[in-house]
C-alpha cells in the first residue's frame, strides 16, 4: 500500500507546511512529479505527488490549474516557494481550498528531490513489507500444508490470510473443503452452486489459469487444480497484489499435494477392497487384523451398507468419516446402523446411494452360529437399492424385495443373464439395459424416464420399441414388466 500524504508531511526533515486540503491528508501517494508546465496532466497517470515553483503559473491561471490537477486524480500539490515566488499565490490557496486538493507549502531549503528521495523510500519500504508478508503467509500454508489433514489444512489457512472464505471442490463442483463461514448452514453449497456457471467455462477453456468476479458486496477468485477440480475463495475486499500472491501459492500447494497424494490414495484403496474381500469371504477377523495395521477400525455391528455410485471416489472416501473401499464400479462405505442416514445424506452430494436394511453383521460369532444379515447379503441389498437410487434409495422401502430374497441367487441370476442378454449383444452404441431400467423405474413415464437419462422421450420411444423386439416381450403387459424389473434387479 503507498503512503499518504499525512505520513509524508509529518516527516519533520522535509518541513512541509499544509495550506489547504488537509481533510484529504489520507490519499495515497504513488510517486513524485516536478513539473513547471501551466498544464502538466498528460504526463501524470493519477495518484501524484506534483511539485512547482509556479515559474509560469499566473493568478488568473489557478483555478483552471488546480481544476486540471483534480480531473487527473493528483494525490496533491507541493509549491516551492523563494524562487519565483516569495509565497504561495493567494489565488492557488483559493482554489485548491475551493476543490479539496492538498497544498503544501516546501521551503527554500527542502530541494524537490530530497521530497521525491523520501517517497521513494517510503515506496520501496513498504513493498517490502508486503513481500515479507506473503512470504510469511506462503510460510504457513506451507506449515498447513505438511499437517495431516493436508488439503483442508490449506483451505482453513488460506481462509485466514484472505479474511474471508475458501472451498476446495472437485471436478463435478462438489464440494470437499470449505472455510471461512463455519457460523452459517448451507453457506458451501449454496456458493459451490453459484459458481457452476464459472466452473463450467474453466472446464472448457483449459488455456484460463483464473477467473475474477466482483460484486458490491464481495470479490472472488476462482481456480482450477488440473484436472483434479477447483478451488475458490472469496472476500469482502478487493484482492490486493499480496492477497493474489497468497491466493497463487495456495493453487500450487493443492495441486502439489492433490498429485502427490493420488498414488498414496490408490495404493489405500487397494489395501481397503482386500479388507472387503476379506470381509466377504468371512474373514472378519484377518480383515480387522489387516486394517489396523493401516491406521483404521472396522465399524462396530450392526452396519448398514452403503453402495455408492460417483463420479470421484477419492473425494467421496474424503467426505465419507467411515470405512470405504472401491467394489468394482461401486464405493462401498460400512458405517453403524444408526448413522446410515447422516453418511447416505453425506454421500449424496456426490452422487447416488443404495443403502442396505440395518442388521448387517460382518463375520460370524465364535460359536458359528448365524447372528444377522451377512455382509455379502448386505452388499446385495445396497446395489438392488442403488438401481432406484434418486439420489438416495433404501432396500427396506423397496417394495417387493423380500420376494427377490427367498430365490435361489445362482438360478435367478442366470435367469437373469439370459433374459436380457439380447440387448447386451444390441449391436447399437444406445445402453438399451440402462434406458429400460429407467423406463421401469419410472413406471413407464416417458418424461420422466428420458430425464433421468438425459435423452428426448422420443428417443427413448423408439428405444423401448427395440427392446420389445428384441425380448419379445409386451412391454405393457404387468407381467412382463414384472419380470424384466426382477432380471435387472439381480
Request: with cysteine.
Amino acid at each position: 500500500m503507498a503512503p499518504t500524504l499525512r505520513r509524508v508531511t509529518a516527516m519533520a526533515p522535509l518541513h512541509l507546511e499544509v495550506l489547504a486540503g488537509a481533510g484529504a491528508l489520507d490519499r495515497p501517494v504513488r510517486w513524485v512529479a516536478v513539473s513547471e508546465l501551466e498544464d502538466p496532466t498528460p504526463f501524470l497517470e493519477g495518484g501524484e505527488l506534483v511539485l512547482t515553483t509556479g515559474m509560469r503559473l499566473t493568478g488568473a491561471g489557478a483555478a483552471a490549474y488546480v481544476s486540471r490537477l483534480v480531473a487527473r486524480g493528483a494525490a496533491g500539490l507541493g509549491f516551492g516557494v523563494g524562487l519565483g515566488h516569495d509565497a504561495v499565490p493567494p489565488e492557488l490557496l483559493e482554489a485548491a481550498a475551493a476543490a479539496g486538493l492538498p497544498l503544501l507549502e516546501v521551503p527554500r531549503d527542502t530541494p524537490f528531490i530530497a521530497i521525491g528521495k523520501a517517497v521513494s523510500e517510503l515506496l520501496a519500504a513498504e513493498q517490502y513489507e508486503e513481500i515479507r508478508r506473503a512470504f510469511a503467509a506462503q510460510g504457513r500454508l506451507t506449515r498447513a500444508a505438511l499437517r495431516r489433514e493436508g488439503t483442508a489444512a490449506v483451505i482453513g489457512r488460506l481462509a485466514k490470510e484472505i479474511g474471508g472464505w475458501a472451498l476446495l471442490l472437485d471436478d463435478s463442483g462438489a464440494v470437499r473443503h470449505a472455510a471461512g463461514r463455519e457460523g452459517e448452514q448451507g453457506w458451501a453449497e449454496a456458493a459451490a452452486r453459484a459458481l457452476e456457471p464459472e466452473l463450467t467455462r474453466l472446464r472448457g477453456a483449459p488455456s484460463l489459469a483464473s477467473l475474477a468476479l466482483s460484486t458490491p458486496g464481495e470479490h472472488v477468485v476462482v481456480q482450477p487444480l488440473g484436472r483434479r477440480g477447483f478451488f475458490a475463495v472469496g472476500s469482502a475486499r478487493p484482492f490486493s497484489p499480496i492477497a493474489h500472491t497468497v491466493v497463487n501459492a495456495a493453487g500450487s500447494l493443492l495441486t502439489l499435494a492433490l498429485e502427490q497424494g493420488r498414488e498414496q490414495r490408490a495404493a489405500a484403496a487397494r489395501a481397503r477392497t482386500a479388507v472387503l474381500r476379506l470381509l466377504l469371504a468371512g474373514q472378519a477377523e484377518a480383515a480387522a487384523e489387516t486394517l489396523e495395521a493401516l491406521g483404521g477400525r472396522l465399524p462396530r455391528e450392526p452396519v448398514s451398507v452403503l453402495a455408492c455410485e460417483t463420479a470421484d471416489a477419492d473425494a467421496l472416501a474424503e467426505a465419507l468419516p467411515c470405512f470405504t473401499a472401491p467394489w468394482e464400479d461401486l464405493l462401498v462405505a460400512l458405517v453403524p446402523e444408526e448413522e446410515a442416514d447422516r453418511h447416505a445424506a453425506r454421500a449424496a452430494r456426490h452422487g447416488r446411494v443404495g443403502v442396505s436394511a440395518p442388521g448387517v453383521v460382518l463375520g460370524p460369532p465364535p460359536g458359528g452360529e448365524p447372528r444377522g444379515t451377512g455382509l455379502s447379503t448386505g452388499l446385495d441389498q445396497a446395489r438392488r437399492a442403488l438401481v432406484s437410487a434418486a439420489p438416495v434409495a433404501r432396500f427396506a422401502d423397496l417394495a417387493g424385495q423380500g420376494l427377490l430374497s427367498l430365490i435361489d441367487p445362482a438360478a435367478a441370476a442366470s435367469f437373469a443373464a439370459a433374459l436380457l442378454a439380447p440387448l447386451r449383444e444390441y449391436g447399437s452404441r444406445a445402453d438399451l439395459v440402462e434406458s429400460l431400467r429407467a423406463y421401469l423405474a419410472s413406471n413407464g413415464h416417458w418424461d420422466a424416464a428420458a430425464q433421468r437419462l438425459g435423452v428426448h422421450r422420443h428417443t427413448l420411444r423408439y428405444r423401448m420399441r427395440r427392446v420389445a423386439e428384441l425380448l419379445g416381450r409386451d412391454l405393457d403387459d404387468p407381467a412382463a414388466r414384472a419380470e424384466l424389473w426382477i432380471a435387472l434387479c439381480l
